[in-house]
């Protein structure tokens, strides 16, 4: 084969290669614009942010360190709340969407995480 021939083959391998990553790409883009939309209609029926660490304040007599949005494996939305109390214990509590709260003490390596400045992937 010439040197045009292998220029000419080499450039339309790559046209080929990238074309199909394209449509992996767009397919994958619009695979998460699925779950996106999923997770923004499970944000919106959860309480607001404010209602939840209320809610987890009131139900353990701690107050609020930090809080994040969870969608739970049945698909519905919660917080986690994470509470410390006077005594300096600290408390995560799961507020729903339908207002029941449940409350652990959080586990020791929890607390050591937080400390060292590392976040949670929970």
């Known amino acids: 084969m010439n040197t045009k021939s292998k220029t000419i083959l080499t450039a339309a391998l790559v046209a080929v290669g990238l074309s199909g990553a394209g449509l ?3 397919q ?3 695979g998460n614009e699925a779950n996106n939309a999923a997770e923004i ?3 919106m029926s959860a309480p607001s942010l404010m209602d939840a660490v209320k809610a987890a304040e009131a139900k353990t007599g701690g ?3 930090d ?3 969870e969608t739970l494996k ?3 939305a919660a917080y986690q709340v994470e509470l410390v109390k006077a005594d300096g214990s600290q408390i995560e509590a799961l507020v729903k969407a339908d207002g029941s709260v449940t409350a652990k003490a959080m586990a ?3 607390m050591d995480d937080h400390e060292d400045g590392e976040a949670d992937d929970d």
Request: proline content about 0%.
């Open 24 to 26: 992996t790409a767009a």
């Open 28 to 30: 994958a883009s619009s």
């Open 41 to 43: 209609q499970t944000f």
């Open 63 to 65: 107050k609020a360190m």
């Open 67 to 69: 809080a994040s949005f």
């Open 74 to 76: 049945d698909g519905s």
């Open 108 to 110: 020791a390596d929890d």
